[in-house]
T-cell receptor, first 115, second 112 residues
Framework: EAQVTQNPRYLITVTGKKLTVTCSQN?????MSWYRQDPGLGLRQIYY???????DKGDVPEGYKVSRKEKRNFPLILESPSPNQTSLYFC??????????????FGDGTRLSIL | GENVEQHPSTLSVQEGDSAVIKCTYS??????FPWYKQELGKGPQLIID?????GEKKDQRIAVTLNKTAKHFSLHITETQPEDSAVYFC???????????FGKGTRLHILP
């Protein structure tokens, strides 16, 4: 089954404790992306990757890191989480990026609470 | 900066009636406009999309229209059903830097 898998689905942690949210897709997609969803603000792009070893900042990259060492994985790293990073996070992938971007497939989300 | 405005933020319609959600975008170079539906506890799912070389696209009860001159596009759902209740997001792809900007979402309630 074609899917985007995020782990963990829920996490409560404390300020300053490094965490990683993993994202994996099994569709051989080139383009992967991370979003955060906050009430009244919709979905905001954090980082995206057009292909392996290529990453770019989205609209709200501060406080986050990503890496794309393999095509299927795109982990989101919070080196020193703070309470304003409490949010619902989504990973997404699509066959390609660019002007002929194919529709994105989203994971089911990771709810992070930073105390 | 680049922006996508979506209206209304909440919409209630009687079952069987039509629902319309509208979006405007700021970047005239945008060329791809998807619409996503998000059900509770799930990630957004694509329901329909349109590219800038097309003015209208239809898929059963769902249609999207695009006016490039005015820089706006709309989602139309006809003969609404209870399972259409969800949050809907429009988005626009910024061609020059491959960024996707989402609208803030519309919560659609279908009333029995």
């Amino acid at each position: 089954e074609a899917q985007v898998t995020q782990n963990p689905r829920y996490l409560i942690t404390v300020t300053g404790k490094k965490l990683t949210v993993t994202c994996s897709q099994n569709m051989n997609h080139e383009y992967m992306s991370w979003y955060r969803q906050d009430p009244g603000l919709g979905l905001r792009q954090i980082y995206y990757s057009m292909n392996v070893e290529v990453t770019d900042k989205g609209d709200v990259p501060e406080g986050y890191k990503v890496s794309r060492k393999e095509k299927r994985n795109f982990p989101l790293i919070l080196e020193s989480p703070s309470p304003n990073q409490t949010s619902l996070y989504f990973c997404a992938s699509s066959r390609t990026g660019g002007g002929w971007n194919q529709p994105q497939h989203f994971g089911d989300g990771t709810r992070l609470s930073i105390l | 900066g680049e922006n996508v405005e979506q209206h209304p933020s909440t919409l209630s319609v009687q079952e069987g009636d039509s629902a319309v959600i509208k979006c405007t975008y700021s970047d005239s170079a945008s060329n791809y406009f998807p619409w996503y539906k998000q059900e509770l506890g799930k990630g957004p799912q694509l329901i329909i999309d349109i590219r800038s070389n097309v003015g209208e696209k239809k898929d059963q009860r769902i249609a999207v229209t695009l006016n490039k001159t005015a820089k706006h596009f709309s989602l139309h759902i006809t003969e609404t059903q209870p399972e259409d209740s969800a949050v809907y997001f429009c988005a626009a792809l910024m061609n020059r830097d491959d960024k996707i900007i989402f609208g803030k979402g519309t919560r659609l309630h279908i009333l029995p």
